[in-house]
């Protein structure tokens, strides 16, 4: 019984497989793809150059340079005592920057 089952989807795939075979038309062209949208020429580049600052790459997007690779050697900087109040501080001072975005 459970030797069943696979050989019926087996023969049903196989059946269905030979039935699209056998009514192929090959003089029929196969569809078209969508025609791909040009990128506006207009707009400007994802990626600026600048010269790198001494841990970064030098290539900015959306204003913030991108830092270069980081090893396991730095397990200990991501695992600071210090990491979560300075994150804290961060946040709070974009809380008070922006505070006219908050309704």
């Not at 793809?33 to 150059?49: D, F, T």
């Amino acid at each position: 019984m459970k030797l069943l089952r696979p050989l019926l989807v087996a023969l049903t795939g196989l059946s269905v497989c030979f039935v699209v075979w056998r009514n192929h038309d090959p003089t029929t062209p196969a569809p078209a793809l969508p025609a791909r949208v040009p990128a506006n020429p207009a707009a400007p580049p994802p990626y600026r150059h600048r010269p790198p600052s001494p841990d970064g790459t030098g290539k900015i997007f959306m204003g913030r340079e991108i830092a270069q690779v980081m090893g396991h050697a730095a397990i200990d900087w991501l695992e600071r005592g210090e990491r979560a109040q300075q994150e804290f501080e961060a946040c709070g001072f974009l809380l008070v920057e922006n505070r006219h975005l908050l309704p």
